[in-house]
Each structure stands twice: as structure tokens, then as C-alpha cells.
């Protein structure tokens, strides 16, 4: 099969997969994600300090809509849910009469997850009513949504497929065996794979292997149809299309994550490891353009939550406060400050910048510039 399929059943299948079953721990168990017990964590489970950033960012794009009466707030991927109840409850701190026009919607295909998110969003679900979930967007008319789509480290999970430059052309790398699973390669099953690459003007070198998110490609897509007026916000770990390529990613970016450990093979603990692989945000970038999706720019976290005044929030507080360590921790020049990178896109209104996007370390031709 190939490593999209054998992906997509390693993370989702409905009796084994990592992410139906809670990465084959029983429903009673902890969760796979947290510092404790679980497999990796994400920036929410820090501190609310990236939600509160996002709600000043999320408040303008609101002012830019003309405040409409009812403003949708779309979660790809919600996790564990507490992004989305640190941005309802700021919201509601912050901002009460924009929380009263608030539709809170999280996609989340995971039965496990959604128990864990419905139980960490239980004030907001029974009391006030604020959130649907949904499996995708299959049953939303076109241009049904407005107001903004966001996900942290939900694009990295989409299944990807594994290429690999030979001397003869591109190949396919494909999982096989019964004992003990292995990858070989062989033709492209579709050739939406070498036209990922010529689309972004990709020459791999011979030997060169690397990954294609196809399902990315579609998710913007349909993002893109559904929403009728607003900003897609994407927080990842990922590269522009000339870094994604570079010499020193020759072997690709997948990883697994079990118990926070990090692990290039991706055959081994089946259902038990998190799989995932960095984000092209060049090809999000051009298939968002192609379906109505105008880039309205392109940073990191660090200048991301700089822009939006996080050393404000941290001012005062104690230099051995956690909101400190949590603020340190998401700015580190190394580490999440660097690595995750925010891709904006809007749609129906004329946006020139946003105040997230004020101080950004590349040029705006970042996206669309040539790798080779």
C-alpha cells in the first residue's frame, strides 16, 4: 500500500488507529497528548499565553469583518481542547460582546478526542451552548462560513505520501511485508505526485527522499470553499518550499512520537506512535491561491506573538513565574519560536496586513520562491 494509505490507518483506523484509540491506550487511560504520560505536547498545554495572543489577533479580524452577527471560530484538529477553551475564555474576559456572537465549531474525526475535548470543554458545551462538532466539512454549502479557521499542528498529521528520486525517475515508496513491514519503491500511483513537484518548480536530486501532502492540498481546498468571507490561520512546524527541500532534509521529515521520545521509523509501534511530517507551506500557500485564497502573510511564532505584544502579558510577572518559563519556552530562537511557522490567508475582504504580521523575518516571496 502506500505510506498515505498505511498513514492514514496507523493514525485513524476506526478498531487500531493512534488516534481512535488514544494511542492504544483504553479510553480510561491518560491522554497521548500532555507533558505527563502522553506522547508529545503542543504549545496550548504550556500556558494560555499562545490563546491569549490569538484572541488579539482574532478581535481584529473581527473589526475587519465589520463584526458580523455571527462570527464563526473554526478548530481543525482541536487535540486536547485547551486552545480552544483558553481563547473562549479570554474572549469572554476580554471581550464579552464579541463572545455573544461567537459559533465555536471544532472538526475533530477522532471519537477519543472528541470525548476528551467535550471533557475539557464542558463549561462551554453544556452551559453555554457555544460548540458543534463535526467529522468535516461535507455537509457545508459553499461560502457557508464566516470569520476565521484555525488549527495548531493539524496540517503535520495529514497523511502523506514518501517519494523517492532514483536514477531512472521518481519513485514511489510503498509499505509492504507481513512479519516485518519495510518500504520499497516503485511507480507513482497518481500523477498528482511528480506535478506536486513540478507545481513547485522541484528538481530532487538522485537518492533525494521526501514526502508529499496530497490530503493538505485537499483540506485547503475545502477550507477554501467553505468559507465565504475571513482568515485562515495556520500554526505548524514547517518550511517554505525552498527549505523543505534543502540538502539537509535528503531523508525527508517524518518522525513518530512515543512516550516524547522521537523516532525515524515510521514501521515500528503501529498505532502506538504519533506519526507526523513537517509542513510545505508553499504548497498550502499556492493551492489556497488557486481555490480563492489570497496569502496575507507569512511568519514565525516568535515575531508572531512578539507582534502581538506577549512580553506585555509576561510584564510583571515573576522571572520564575510559569508564565515566564511558558513565554521563554514558546520564543526560543531554536526551538518552538523558529520551528513553527504561521501561514495567514484571507478571503472576501481586503486585507493589506494584520497585527500578528507586523514584524516578519522573511520576505513576502518566501512562498513562491524557486527551489531547486
Known amino acids: 500500500?502506500?505510506?498515505?494509505?498505511?498513514?492514514?490507518?496507523?493514525?485513524?483506523?476506526?478498531?487500531?488507529?493512534?488516534?481512535?484509540?488514544?494511542?492504544?491506550?483504553?479510553?480510561?487511560?491518560?491522554s497521548p497528548i500532555g507533558m505527563e504520560g502522553g506522547d508529545f505536547f503542543t504549545a496550548p498545554n504550556l500556558s494560555p499565553l499562545l490563546a491569549k495572543c490569538l484572541v488579539r489577533q482574532l478581535v481584529e479580524i473581527d473589526e475587519r469583518l465589520g463584526s458580523p452577527p455571527v462570527f464563526h471560530l473554526v478548530e481543525m484538529g482541536p487535540g486536547d481542547g485547551a486552545l480552544c477553551r483558553d481563547v473562549l475564555q479570554e474572549c469572554e474576559n476580554r471581550h464579552p460582546a464579541f463572545i455573544d456572537r461567537v459559533a465555536c465549531i471544532l472538526v475533530e474525526r477522532s471519537p477519543a478526542l472528541r470525548?476528551?475535548?467535550?471533557?475539557?470543554?464542558?463549561?462551554?458545551n453544556v452551559e453555554n451552548g457555544k460548540i458543534r462538532w463535526v467529522?468535516?466539512?461535507?455537509?457545508?454549502?459553499?461560502g457557508t462560513l464566516t470569520g476565521m479557521v484555525f488549527s495548531n499542528e493539524f496540517v503535520d498529521a495529514l497523511p502523506v505520501h514518501r517519494v523517492r528520486m532514483g536514477e531512472d525517475g521518481l519513485r514511489e515508496l510503498y509499505v509492504t511485508g507481513d512479519d516485518e513491514l519495510m518500504e520499497v519503491p516503485s511507480e507513482p500511483s497518481t500523477t498528482d505526485l511528480p506535478s506536486f513537484l513540478n507545481d513547485l518548480d522541484v528538481a530532487l536530486p538522485v537518492g533525494f527522499t521526501t514526502e508529499i501532502s496530497l490530503e493538505a492540498v485537499k483540506w485547503i481546498e475545502e477550507v477554501a470553499r467553505v468559507l465565504g468571507r475571513g482568515v485562515v490561520l495556520t500554526i505548524d512546524y514547517g518550511h517554505a518550499a525552498q527549505d523543505y527541500f534543502?540538502?539537509?532534509?535528503?531523508?525527508?521529515?517524518?518522525?513518530?512520537?512515543?512516550?516524547?521520545?522521537?523516532?525515524?521509523?515510521?514501521?515500528?509501534?503501529?498505532?502506538?506512535?504519533?506519526?507526523?511530517?513537517?509542513?510545505?507551506?508553499?504548497?498550502?500557500?499556492?493551492?489556497?491561491?488557486?481555490?480563492?485564497?489570497?496569502?496575507?502573510?507569512?511568519?514565525?511564532?516568535?515575531?508572531?506573538?512578539?507582534?502581538?505584544?506577549?512580553?506585555?502579558?509576561?510584564?510583571?510577572?515573576?522571572?520564575?513565574?510559569?508564565?515566564?518559563?511558558?513565554?521563554?519556552?514558546?520564543?526560543?530562537?531554536?526551538?518552538?519560536?523558529?520551528?513553527?511557522?504561521?501561514?495567514i490567508q484571507h478571503k472576501g475582504l481586503d486585507i493589506s496586513t494584520l497585527r500578528g504580521l507586523q514584524r516578519r523575518p522573511f520576505f513576502d516571496s518566501v512562498l513562491t520562491g524557486e527551489a531547486h
Open 1 to 30: 500500500m502506500t505510506f498515505a494509505r498505511f498513514m492514514e490507518l496507523a493514525l485513524y483506523d476506526e478498531r487500531d488507529g493512534y488516534y481512535t484509540t488514544g494511542g492504544g491506550r483504553s479510553r480510561s487511560a491518560s
Open 115 to 124: 470525548e476528551l475535548q467535550r471533557e475539557t470543554l464542558r463549561a462551554w
Open 135 to 142: 467529522k468535516d466539512f461535507e455537509t457545508f454549502s459553499d
Open 246 to 343: 534543502a540538502s539537509e532534509r535528503k531523508h525527508g521529515t517524518l518522525l513518530g512520537y512515543y512516550r516524547h521520545t522521537v523516532s525515524t521509523n515510521p514501521l515500528t509501534r503501529v498505532g502506538e506512535q504519533d506519526l507526523t511530517a513537517h509542513v510545505n507551506f508553499s504548497s498550502l500557500a499556492r493551492a489556497g491561491e488557486r481555490a480563492g485564497l489570497t496569502v496575507t502573510g507569512f511568519t514565525n511564532l516568535l515575531h508572531f506573538l512578539m507582534s502581538l505584544g506577549i512580553d506585555e502579558l509576561v510584564n510583571g510577572c515573576d522571572q520564575e513565574s510559569a508564565e515566564v518559563k511558558a513565554a521563554a519556552q514558546l520564543l526560543r530562537p531554536h526551538g518552538m519560536g523558529t520551528t513553527f511557522k504561521i501561514l
